[in-house]
């Protein structure tokens, strides 16, 4: 049957963690696209920040070898990056034993989910079993830090806000509490982007992602289908 687990993996070598870190406004998800014949292609969903600060810090990235814009979608853009070293290279200062972190790859594990921030990674995905989340669990200790934030069989519902983004989480929270929600509003979107300290379009983007995310996870999916 299996577990979902989400977990927070400490470790500031992790790629695209020095862009976090250099543009703290905006928030990276990534996909992974094996690339026979080179390195890993990392496909980058960029919300927030302007163009000029994230790719300015791709150019810092050491890990970065070449970057191309391919698609854009409101304040969301997606890049395709192309690595100038390889996650051994990347990764073999902090790693006690390479071996054991290609050894996680074989594991009956999918992770679906990346989002990258100023300190490592936050991870999501499926485990055949509690002993496979424990290897990972076990490895991330050995070399840096490992949080598990959610732990749930695969065919349970998953707890109201599961599977948001801290940015997002935060986005939501502050806006409730600042009384952007009440009726009439008690703020405006300016407001609350002033007190987060990002601009109003990154925070009306990460309300409106949380928003569906919350919308498709606990509500349509409960929803009897629609008479043909």
Same mark, same amino acid.
């Given at each position: 049957? #299996? +577990?979902?687990?989400?977990?927070?993996?400490?470790?500031? $070598?992790?790629?695209? !963690?020095?862009?976090?870190?250099?543009?703290?406004?905006?928030?990276?998800? !990534?996909?992974?696209?094996?690339?026979?014949?080179?390195?890993?292609?990392?496909?980058?969903? !960029?919300?927030?920040?302007?163009?000029?600060?994230?790719?300015?810090? +791709?150019?810092?990235?050491? +890990?970065?070898?070449?970057? %191309?814009?391919?698609? *854009?979608?409101?304040? %969301?853009?997606?890049?395709?990056?192309?690595?100038?070293? $390889?996650?051994?290279?990347?990764?073999?200062?902090?790693?006690?034993?390479?071996?054991?972190? *290609?050894?996680?790859?074989?594991?009956?594990?999918?992770?679906?989910?990346?989002?990258?921030?100023?300190? #490592? &990674?936050?991870?999501?995905? &499926? +485990?055949?079993?509690?002993? %496979?989340?424990?290897?990972?669990?076990?490895? &991330?200790? *050995?070399?840096?830090?490992?949080?598990?934030?959610?732990?749930?069989?695969?065919?349970?519902?998953?707890?109201?806000?599961?599977?948001?983004?801290?940015?997002?989480?935060?986005?939501?929270?502050?806006?409730?509490?600042?009384?952007?929600?009440?009726?009439?509003?008690?703020?405006?979107?300016?407001?609350?982007? =002033?007190?987060?300290?990002?601009?109003?379009?990154?925070?009306?983007?990460?309300?409106?992602?949380?928003?569906?995310?919350?919308?498709?996870? =606990? !509500?349509?999916? %409960? &929803?009897?289908?629609?008479?043909?």
């Amino acid at each position: 049957m #299996g +577990f979902v687990a989400e977990y927070e993996i400490t470790c500031e $070598s992790l790629p695209l !963690v020095a862009v976090a870190a250099a543009v703290p406004d905006a928030t990276l998800e !990534v996909r992974m696209q094996p690339n026979h014949g080179g390195y890993t292609l990392f496909i980058v969903h !960029v919300t927030g920040g302007t163009v000029e600060s994230v790719e300015n810090a +791709f150019e810092s990235a050491p +890990f970065v070898g070449e970057y %191309t814009l391919v698609g *854009r979608t409101r304040e %969301t853009r997606r890049y395709q990056i192309e690595p100038a070293v $390889s996650m051994d290279e990347q990764l073999g200062e902090c790693i006690d034993d390479l071996s054991n972190l *290609r050894a996680l790859a074989a594991t009956e594990s999918l992770i679906d989910r990346i989002c990258v921030t100023q300190t #490592g &990674w936050i991870q999501s995905g &499926w +485990f055949a079993d509690r002993e %496979t989340v424990e290897e990972f669990r076990a490895f &991330w200790h *050995r070399n840096g830090a490992f949080t598990l934030r959610r732990l749930t069989r695969d065919d349970e519902a998953e707890t109201p806000g599961a599977g948001l983004t801290d940015c997002q989480h935060e986005a939501l929270r502050t806006a409730y509490e600042m009384g952007y929600f009440e009726i009439p509003r008690q703020t405006s979107l300016d407001e609350v982007a =002033n007190e987060l300290g990002i601009t109003a379009s990154s925070l009306s983007e990460r309300i409106r992602r949380a928003q569906t995310h919350l919308i498709e996870t =606990n !509500v349509g999916l %409960t &929803w009897p289908p629609l008479p043909e």
